[in-house]
């Protein structure tokens, strides 16, 4: 059997529903690849500004403004080595910055602050290995900031703060309608394709935002945000696939 590991990252993305209107937003500047053979998969983007209007044909705007510098997503392994292959996906931005607001009309240009995340120095990291002798796979994942502020209406008015190396699935807030997780990381086994492919895989967020039908100013929010995404794994596919 043929060993391969694969790899991904991205600075950001998700899909967000409110109030019947869907605003997706697709994986900012990612990156993948697979191995073997060899491969090294790097985007670098300096900033990223936009805000998006989450509720177009409504007199409010329900808008999510979108700010990020000094990205570098990196996928890549070494290829086959003495007796093992191995892959890795990291997600870097010097900072990021998520704000869920919404502003009552033009004669009340003042914006309600629905949710703020504010955070510098993010890392999202993914490994996955295969040693050949003993025919045994590792997944792993990690998450760092140097500095993680949230606040606003959504996380009951409170400030919330983090900085250093997140436990994997640290939940900086929780209530019945949205979940802030930090260092998330899933694990995903996927069946076997029509070519025999199975194996399981890691998928670490630095940040993942859910939101469960939160209600904000009047409107009905649903979806899932992740800032800072990295993915790798590892499967067995027979000669013939």
């Known amino acids: 059997m043929t060993e391969l590991v694969s790899?991904?990252?991205?600075?950001?993305?998700?899909?967000?529903?409110?109030?019947?209107?869907?605003?997706?937003?697709?994986?900012?500047?990612p990156v993948s690849g697979s191995a073997p053979p060899a491969y090294d998969d790097t985007s670098r983007r300096a900033s990223f500004d936009h805000t998006y209007d989450l509720t177009p044909a409504e007199d409010n705007t329900l808008s999510l403004t979108m700010q990020a510098t000094d990205m570098v997503n990196t996928a890549k392994s070494p290829g086959?080595?003495?007796?093992?292959?191995?892959?890795?996906?990291?997600?870097?931005?010097?900072?990021?910055?998520?704000?869920?607001?919404?502003?009552?009309?033009?004669?009340?240009?003042?914006?309600i602050l629905g949710l703020s995340v504010e955070a510098t120095g993010i890392h999202s990291g993914s490994d996955s290995s295969f040693v050949f002798g003993p025919n045994e796979g590792f997944l792993s994942g990690d998450a760092s900031f140097h500095s993680l502020t949230v606040s606003g209406a959504l996380v009951g008015g409170d400030t919330l703060t983090f900085s250093g190396n997140a436990a994997p699935d640290t939940v900086l807030y929780k209530s019945s309608t949205v979940t802030i997780t930090l260092d998330d990381q899933t694990l995903v086994h996927p069946p076997a394709a029509s070519g025999g492919i199975i194996g399981p895989g890691i998928i670490t967020d630095a940040i993942d935002i859910q939101f469960n039908h939160a209600k904000f100013a009047g409107q009905t929010i649903t979806g899932d945000f992740d800032i800072g995404q990295s993915s790798a794994s590892y499967a067995l596919m027979p000669p013939h696939a």
């Not at 790899?7 to 500047?29: K, R, V």
């Not at 010097?94 to 869920?100: D, E």
């Open 7 to 29: 790899s991904s990252a991205n600075s950001f993305g998700g899909s967000l529903d409110a109030d019947g209107f869907t605003t997706t937003i697709p994986p900012f500047a």
């Open 80 to 111: 086959i080595g003495v007796d093992e292959i191995g892959a890795s996906g990291a997600a870097d931005l010097g900072s990021a910055s998520f704000v869920l607001a919404d502003t009552p009309g033009p004669m009340l240009p003042l914006s």
